[in-house]
């Protein structure tokens, strides 16, 4: 052979190897190979985004590959709700976790969804400069503030806050923003405040350029804002396999919930592996203090949820009233409640 074809053959095989080494690292394979799988038998897509209140989500596909039973689901990572909203109408993700009063938009615009159980209690915060003008909510009036979402319990956080203050809906500017850049926009004074869960608010915290102008909890007494919404068809023909979902997600909540070490191994592991965040920027949002985000009970309750729908017609959002029953299925969190928390601890090799 000469040396051109060695040389040659040399270069095709190197690039053979990191073509090889790029499929291995980059593809998820589970995915792939799920498809392939008879449809009775594949695992179900679940969608989030990187945020605090959907941390039961990665915190049970973590867990889970250590009991018995092995991976429960799918998890699938997005960076905005709209992405989200349009996976779950074309059944690209079977399960997500989204805000709750967009899942009651989709219900009343007939897409075919049902929420099955909470993300969390608590977790928003409205966030301003540290250095800025803004140091009581009554000087909001005239600024601009990032919203995750106009179907978003945090907008809807904003005018039970607007409505103590006596502000008008026209004195302040709201924008939609992916919440992972809220913070970088907060520094560069693009916005003046942004309403976010964790652990976006921390993250300002951190950073020293951002201050916590107020938690959820202070206008909203047992606020929720992200929820776990399953397609119709999905229920109809494997409802155990929903039913395992919301086990297993109910199951995470307790056990965050159970302890500190807890949350600071979830930190640790969902930073690394899950979120791409900083475990210690996790470990601020779920420790300091503990109940800042809080997971559990988390059943859906009709009372919350006739608020947030009476709330949406209020600011011109939802254009009909739409019952409960019309968007919830709450068979599967009622049997979840006997639920206990994994028995899972950090380092170790087996979860129950």
């Not at 590959?65 to 109408?89: D, N, R, V």
């Not at 005239?142 to 409505?163: N, Q, V, Y």
């Not at 930073?271 to 475990?279: E, L």
């Amino acid at each position: 052979m000469s040396l051109k074809a060695k040389i040659t053959l040399g270069i095709f095989a190197w690039l053979l190897l990191i073509t090889g080494l790029h499929a291995w690292l980059n593809v998820n394979w589970a995915a792939v190979l799920n498809d392939y799988r008879p449809l009775e038998k594949r695992k179900i897509t679940v969608a989030y985004l990187p945020v605090t209140c959907q941390l039961t989500c990665p915190v049970t596909d973590y867990i889970s590959k250590y009991s018995l039973s092995g991976e429960m689901f799918l998890p699938k990572m997005f960076q905005g709700f709209p992405e989200i909203k349009e996976a779950l109408i074309s059944n690209r993700v079977q399960a997500a976790f989204i805000v709750a009063p967009l899942a009651i938009a989709l219900v009343s615009q007939g897409v075919p969804i049902k929420v099955v159980y909470l993300g969390h209690r608590y977790g928003s915060a409205v966030v301003v400069r540290k250095d800025g003008p803004v140091k009581t909510f009554a000087d909001m009036r005239g600024r601009t503030i990032a919203i995750p979402s106009r179907f978003s319990d945090e907008r809807l956080l904003l005018f039970r806050a607007m409505k103590v203050y006596g502000i008008k809906p026209n004195e302040i500017k709201m924008v939609e923003m992916a919440p992972p850049d809220v913070s970088s926009a907060l520094a560069a004074h693009a916005i003046d405040a942004f309403v976010m869960g964790e652990p976006f608010p921390s993250q300002a915290e951190i950073g020293g350029f951002g201050r916590v102008l107020f938690q959820a909890r202070e206008y909203w007494p047992d606020y929720m804002s992200c929820i776990l919404v399953v397609r119709q068809d999905l229920i109809d023909k494997r409802p155990e396999v929903v039913q395992t979902l919301v086990d297993g997600i109910a199951r995470s909540g307790l056990w965050l919930d159970t302890s500190k070490p807890h949350r600071e191994d979830a930190s640790d592991f969902v930073g690394r592996f899950y979120y791409n965040q900083k475990p210690a920027l996790l470990r601020w949002a779920l420790t300091k203090p503990m109940d800042r985000v809080t997971y559990s009970p988390l059943a859906p309750r009709k009372a919350d949820f006739d608020m947030v729908r009476d709330l949406m017609i209020e600011t011109g959002v939802l254009n009909k009233k739409i019952e409960f029953s019309d968007y919830t299925d709450t068979r599967f969190s009622d049997q979840a409640s006997i639920q206990t928390p994994w028995r899972y601890e950090p380092g170790t090799a087996t979860a129950r």
